[in-house]
């Protein structure tokens, strides 16, 4: 039963949320405590989900049999520094710490779950809902959101616990997993709106372009403008030969043994077409800041080169956080470049 009852107080919960900010910022080692509340926090979440994702999952596939559905406890790295990003919120009021996601096929069908569920009947309440395909985010981030609280009559002590439902199409989702991609490879949290200015607009237009396409349905000359921007923006990032190549490199690590852990050094070369990778074990981080040093000295001077240092773990989890298409850049790929001319 422990699962259901917290060993410490709400408060509490937030403090230690707050304790694992300010180590996370000074770069200390987070407090064993701290970690264990945290994560004892978050497990409170495991059967409000379970709950919640099956009224989503039952109403996704009598839509669409084909649903792609998914479904997480929040990553501890991804929690400490949302936490750091938002000052004002804490811990003990996260909303997404349990998350469920359904990816369909179109905007209708979106909008035709998000109806189903809002009046199921269930004793969950609706506590809020933002519509980020209306109200884009900054980053051009679209999917629908809604936040349920957990309420039930077994274990009263999870009532009020929050999950939150994201559900959107699979151009959409496309989009999400090519900026998460991005993001990674590049050490940057392009999908929160940070890191090389060029990226994010890049990503901005694109999800622009996405969106007419499935709301508009029919090519209209507001396309060409964005086209236009979109064609030199991938020339000059290349685009599609370095999300090629990100996608080579996740499947060659996915798919060897040599790399079960550890940090890896990748420099990928566009014009000679290759991809090298080094691999050392987590205890050789020194040896792996060297040869990234290097590595970086050697992409300052050939062109069409780059140069990511990647734990593998964070693959790992990125593939957990989008296990439905896991990193398949070629969807997006193949939407981006019916509307990008590179001469």
């Known amino acids: ?31 064993e405590e701290d970690v264990q509340i945290l994560h004892e926090w978050r497990m409170l979440h ?14 996704a596939i009598s839509l669409n049999k084909n649903a792609l559905l998914s479904s997480r406890i929040k ?21 997404d710490l349990g998350g469920c ?31 980020y395909m209306i109200d884009v985010k900054d980053s051009g981030y679209r999917s629908f959101h809604m936040v349920y609280s957990f309420q039930n ?5 999870l009532n009020g616990l ?46 622009e372009l996405f969106y007419k396409l499935e709301y508009e349905k029919e090519p209209s000359g507001s396309y060409i403008k964005i086209s236009e921007e979109l064609s030199y923006l991938s020339v000059e990032l290349n685009v599609f ?14 798919g060897s043994k040599k790399y079960d852990k550890g940090l890896c050094i990748i420099v990928v070369d566009t014009i000679k077409r290759n991809i090298n990778i080094k691999s050392f074990e987590n205890h050789n981080h020194a040896k792996a800041a060297e040869a990234y040093v290097e590595s970086e000295k050697y992409c300052a001077e ?20 989008y296990p439905a298409y896991f990193l398949d850049t070629k969807t997006f790929l193949n939407y981006l470049s019916r509307y990008v001319f590179i001469k």
Request: proline letters at 2%.
């Open 302 to 321: 050939n062109k069409g080169c780059e140069v990511a240092m990647v734990s593998v773990s964070s693959i790992s989890e990125l593939k957990n956080a």
């Open 241 to 254: 030969d370095i999300l090629a190549a990100y996608n080579a490199v996740v499947s060659h690590i996915e």
């Open 46 to 59: 495991l059967y409000p989900l379970s709950k919640i994702q099956f009224y989503m999952e039952r109403e």
């Open 153 to 157: 009559k077994k274990f009263p002590s």
């Open 162 to 207: 929050r999950i939150e439902m994201q559900i959107r199409t699979a151009i959409q989702h496309s989009w999400a997993t090519a900026v998460e991609m991005v993001g990674l490879f590049r050490k940057e949290s392009l999908k929160s709106g940070f890191g090389d200015a060029r990226w994010l607009r890049f990503f901005e237009l694109v999800s």
């Open 1 to 31: 039963l422990t699962m259901h009852i917290l060993s410490v107080s709400k408060k509490e919960v937030g403090r230690a949320g707050d304790r694992l900010v300010s180590q996370f910022g000074t770069g200390e080692k987070y407090k």
């Open 101 to 131: 996601r359904a990816i369909l096929n179109n905007l209708d069908q979106v909008y035709d779950l998000v109806n189903k569920i809002k009046s199921s009947k269930f004793s969950h309440e609706l506590v809020r809902m933002d519509d």
């Open 75 to 95: 990553r501890m790295p991804s929690i400490v520094t949302k936490l750091s990003r938002f000052p004002d919120m804490k811990l003990n009021k996260m909303q």
